[in-house]
């Protein structure tokens, strides 16, 4: 059996027809479904970008020197993270592609058990059936099964927008190290937690100064409105950094030289990131009340680019129902079997689209 052939559809496929109806709306379609940023990436990316581009050679697999570098100051001055070294640290194709293949390049496969949230990022679940591993959806560190090889875990967690605690963190590295399996925090929205602070596995709060089995996740696509740069970056426990190093390097997976000197200067910088959050906090104030005044509950929601919202009924049911109000959302059912009465409804969309979407609903 082909790979593709043993692999889920894909989710958003079955929002064609909701989007259809949507898009007839008389103001146009509201589109909240997908987390793709929409505001403008910041000049300092797009010179620094253009200044490397004469870049005849082949970069390498563990990144430039100052790519490194760049993570190792950022994950110091914003994540408090322990003292990392260049050994710590390795650029990544954007981290859709760490998740989905961190499974297989870990050697994982039969007889090893993969754990992610039972409401979660699919590709989490796609990566383990990539490996051949085997799916386990689990909230509780305490039931970690001892077969687990690979544990995930988000803060803040899309598509709940749920931020963990200390204490939380604390629970899932301890688990996970008394399994001798290798903990992977997604943190690919810590820079937008709303609610209650976002807390890297790197802090050593978290670790009590120990990387062991530890890796961190981070991008640029959200932070610096870059996902089309397709930039981001792994740190944590340098034995197995260089493991996934030794086996991107014959696979090619090789960020390219223009894109790792861009992700350096915004990296470098916070002030961009400073802007684009009161961006989402605006959108924010707007559409959240609009919501509840249309009769929706917001669960979770501390963090991360979305409002997580349901009306106590099935998802689809509520998809349809904003689809007529020419809005489209993610139903929940994309993220799990636990999550199929309530719809996720991104900020990443332009102020005017958020006030478009706000107005609809409070006319309902």
Request: net charge negative; charged share 20%.
């Amino acid at each position: 059996m082909s790979l593709a052939r043993s692999l889920p559809d894909f989710p958003w496929d079955s929002l064609a027809g909701p989007k259809q109806r949507a898009l007839h709306h008389p103001d146009g379609v509201v589109d909240l479904s997908v987390g793709t940023p929409v505001d403008p990436t910041p000049q300092l990316a797009r010179d620094a970008l253009a200044a490397a581009s004469d870049a005849p050679g082949y970069p390498t697999v563990w990144g430039a020197p100052a790519t490194r570098q760049a993570v190792i100051g950022y994950l110091r001055d914003r994540w408090n993270s322990v003292p990392l070294t260049h050994e710590c640290v390795m650029p990544v194709i954007g981290t859709k592609e760490l998740v989905g293949w961190l499974p297989e390049l870990l050697g994982l496969g039969d007889g090893d058990a993969v754990v992610f949230p039972e409401c979660a990022y699919p590709t989490y679940g796609v990566g383990a059936q990539v490996a051949g591993a085997r799916l386990v959806p689990l909230d509780d560190p305490a039931l970690l099964p001892a077969d687990a090889k690979l544990v995930w875990i988000n803060s803040p967690a899309n598509p709940t927008g749920a931020v963990l605690s200390l204490e939380q963190l604390r629970a899932w590295v301890q688990a996970a190290r008394d399994r001798g399996a290798v903990l992977a925090s997604d943190e690919c929205y810590g820079e937008f937690a709303w609610e209650q602070e976002a807390i890297s596995v790197l802090d050593p709060r978290v670790n009590d100064g120990d990387l062991t089995g530890l890796l961190a996740v981070h991008s640029i696509s959200k932070r610096s409105n870059a996902a089309g740069y397709r930039g981001g970056f792994v740190a944590g426990d340098p034995s197995v950094v260089a493991e996934l190093i030794g086996a991107r390097k014959h696979l090619g997976m090789m960020l390219p030289a223009p894109i790792q000197a861009a992700m350096a200067a915004l990296l470098s910088d916070q002030g961009h990131v400073e802007e684009q959050r009161e961006r989402y906090l605006g959108r924010r104030r707007v559409l959240r009340p609009a919501l509840e005044e249309a009769g929706f509950r917001i669960e979770h929601s501390e963090g991360a680019l979305y409002l997580w919202a349901t009306r106590d009924e099935p998802c689809r049911d509520t998809i349809d129902w904003l689809a007529e109000r020419g809005i489209l959302a993610a139903p929940g059912d994309f993220y799990g079997e636990a999550s199929n009465r309530h719809v996720r409804l991104a900020l990443t969309a332009p102020d005017e689209r958020i006030a478009a979407a706000a107005s609809r609903l409070r006319a309902a």
